[in-house]
């Protein structure tokens, strides 16, 4: 059985502890590789890894650090395939999918951050004839990056990417139900020449190296994605030591559709902002609110539309929905589904797990659910599901459309569809979220501000931002007589 291995000081090793953890195929339900069991031991030789490298790494040229980064980026190009289908049997959705967002967007983040660093600049502020400032951005140092399994390599490369094109060195942890591309990657950062200890990767729980790297006193930067939970952990050990720290974290984002909406464009997104990835991306609608005059309309479509959506073979271009990603994860989702319908939820469709025939029986497939009759403030409308899952609800006024959408804990993304274009300034500037689309979803131009309000998180990733946060402002100012 393959076996994964850490990527440490530019070679690829066995964990301390010569111990490995099942990973799962979650189309098939079996295990198809071992993961290493790393701990404490690994991350403290990373971390030396890391120190040691970055004195030259902060010193190579921002061209040099470009360079090799754009041959990341193309290897991830050239690799799409291989990348594409080993996302797509590590975590279940279809490789379509994989092909066409999760790896192109993965060379992408390379690519972005290695031209981005060339047009970095920092401010300077004259105080006329009596002194000038200018402000100077160092790397931090050691940065530590630990990513979710829902978008692997996309979300993996998007904390990487910006922080070794400011300077600094990585030691990065991938989640452990998803590790295979990460360990690609460790090969492609090989190939491509990155210089030894600039990016470590450690395996393993988020218990032991997330835990790890988080307390660790010689990592001064922590770069998190992932469930609100773990963020409040993270912070909670992080705070007292001052670290900077970038957290994305949960939603439960609201999805407003207004009468006056383009129906059919309307309908083809809302498919994919409720479905894609299984529901399993974190800027998923997954509260869909519709003006009362077109609610019956809208229901009716929609449900039809959500029945054809195929369920299958994540290697079959006709799947739209593959396995999510585990038997805990398919477990959780469906108890929602329970809880939904003790809630007094109707369940217009899915609602069930699919059973798959052949190779695929014991997979984790569940069907698109759409649930009508719920109160906002219930729990099925307040907590996060994370899977192919949404509610519906009608609304009267926009005052009604706000009540709900800002009632969550959560402020990540949200969605408006109206072709009034005063209603939608109008309603974007007081929903309470971190991203507003507007008669689109997951549109993404990777210089804007990305990230949440309220539990979904503390930072903004994207853009000049994340070169900020993977630097260290430092002002000198200058008196000039
Ligand atoms: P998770 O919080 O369970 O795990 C995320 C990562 O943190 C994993 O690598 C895990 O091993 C690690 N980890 C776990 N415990 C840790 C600890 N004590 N210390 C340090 N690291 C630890 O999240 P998940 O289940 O992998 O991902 C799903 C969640 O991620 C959802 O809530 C989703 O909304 C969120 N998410 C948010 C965004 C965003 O941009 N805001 C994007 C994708 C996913």
Same mark, same amino acid.
């Given at each position: 059985m393959q076996k994964i291995k850490n990527y440490i000081n530019g070679e690829l090793v066995e964990p301390a502890s010569k111990t490995y953890i099942d990973n799962y195929n979650p189309a098939i339900g079996k295990v198809y590789s071992l993961i290493p069991d790393s701990d404490e031991k690994d991350v403290e030789i990373a971390t030396k890894a890391a120190i040691d490298a970055f004195p030259m790494w902060s010193n190579t040229s921002k061209d040099e650090r470009s360079k090799v980064m754009l041959k990341i980026s193309e290897l991830i190009e050239k690799n799409l395939d291989r990348l594409a289908i080993a996302e797509s049997i590590d975590n279940g959705k279809p490789v379509s999918l994989a092909k066409t967002v999760d790896i192109p967007r993965a060379a992408a983040n390379f690519h972005f951050y290695a031209t981005g660093i060339l047009h970095f600049a920092s401010e300077s502020h004259s105080m006329e004839n009596s002194a000038i400032n200018y402000t100077l951005r160092t790397p931090v140092g050691v940065a530590g990056c630990i990513s979710p399994w829902n978008l692997p390599l996309y979300l993996f490369t998007w904390k990487i990417a910006p922080a070794i094109a400011a300077g600094n060195c990585v030691v990065a942890k991938p989640s452990e139900i998803t590790p295979m591309t990460a360990y690609l990657l460790s090969e492609l950062c090989i190939e491509a020449g990155? &210089?030894?200890?600039?990016l470590n990767i450690v395996h393993g729980y988020g218990h032991k190296v997330g835990a790890a790297i988080t307390a660790h &006193?010689?990592?001064?930067l922590i770069s998190f994605t992932g469930g609100t939970k773990t963020g409040a952990e993270i912070a909670r050990v992080a705070a007292p030591m001052f670290k900077k720290l970038s957290l994305e974290l949960g939603g439960k984002n609201p999805n407003i559709i207004f009468a006056d909406c383009d129906f059919d464009k309307m309908i083809k997104t809302t498919l994919h902002s409720s479905f894609a990835n299984q529901g399993q991306i974190?800027?998923?609608?997954?509260r869909i609110m519709v003006e009362r005059s077109i609610y019956e309309k809208f229901k009716n479509k929609f449900v039809e539309e959500t029945k054809k959506l195929k369920v299958g073979n994540p290697a079959s271009p006709e799947s739209k929905l593959g396995a999510v990603v585990s038997k805990s994860h398919m477990e959780k989702i469906l108890s929602y589904i329970d809880l939904a319908r003790q809630e007094g939820g109707t369940i217009l469709c899915g609602g069930n797990q699919v059973k798959l025939e052949g190779e695929f029986s014991e997979g984790y497939f569940i069907a698109p659910t759409i649930i009508e009759g719920?109160?906002? /403030?219930c729990r099925t409308n307040q907590e996060?599901?994370?899977?192919p899952v949404v509610t519906i609800m009608p609304f009267d006024t926009e005052a009604e459309a706000l009540l709900y959408a800002n009632s969550t804990q959560y402020g990540l993304a949200s969605v408006v569809w109206t072709e009034n274009l005063t209603k939608a300034h109008r309603i974007a500037n007081q929903i309470h979220a971190g991203i507003v689309w507007v008669n689109c979803w997951?549109?993404? /131009?990777?210089r804007t501000p990305f990230g949440g309000v309220k539990s979904s998180g503390v930072g903004r990733e994207g853009g000049f931002e994340a070169l900020d946060f993977f630097t260290e402002p430092k002002n000198v100012c200058i008196k000039l007589n």
């Open positions: 990155l &210089p030894k200890g600039v &006193p010689k990592i001064p974190c800027l998923c609608g997954s719920l109160t906002y /403030d996060e599901i994370f899977g997951l549109v993404r /131009d990777l």
